[in-house]
Nanobody, 120 residues
C-alpha cells in the first residue's frame, strides 16, 4: 500500500509564500517522477510542476520564475516552494507520483489534496 501525504497549504496574502510537501510512504523501491497539480473551482486539474528522479524539472508557464520544485529521493518526498503568490494561484494542490515500484505495488498515485488560498 502506498500513501501520498501532503502538507503546507493554507491562507496567504498576495505576494506571500508557501511551501508544500508531499511524502510517499510504503515499501517503495523507486519513483520515476513526482509532481504537483492544481484544480481551481470550476476548472480542470492542471499541471503545476514535475521533477524526475534524475532531477529534470518541468513547470507550467504560469508559475515559471515564481515556483520551485525539489525532491529528496531518499525520503520519497517532493516539495513546492511558491513565491510571489497571486489570487489566481488559489486552488486545491495535489501531489502525484508516477511509476512507483515497490513491494506489491506498481503505478501512479495521487495525494488527497491541500488547499491553497491567496487572498487579502
Amino acid at each position: 500500500q502506498v500513501q501520498l501525504v501532503e502538507s503546507g497549504g493554507g491562507l496567504v496574502q498576495p505576494g506571500g509564500s508557501l511551501r508544500l510537501s508531499c511524502a510517499a510512504s510504503g515499501s517503495i523501491f523507486s519513483i520515476y517522477a513526482m509532481g504537483w497539480y492544481r484544480q481551481a473551482p470550476g476548472k480542470q486539474r492542471e499541471l503545476v510542476a514535475t521533477i524526475t528522479s534524475g532531477g529534470s524539472r518541468n513547470y507550467a508557464d504560469s508559475v515559471k520564475g515564481r515556483f520551485t520544485i525539489s525532491r529528496d529521493n531518499a525520503k520519497n518526498t517532493v516539495y513546492l516552494q511558491m513565491n510571489s503568490l497571486k489570487p489566481e494561484d488559489t486552488a486545491v494542490y495535489y501531489c502525484k507520483a508516477d511509476n512507483i515500484i515497490g513491494v506489491g505495488v506498481r503505478g501512479d498515485y495521487w495525494g488527497q489534496g491541500t488547499q491553497v488560498t491567496v487572498s487579502s
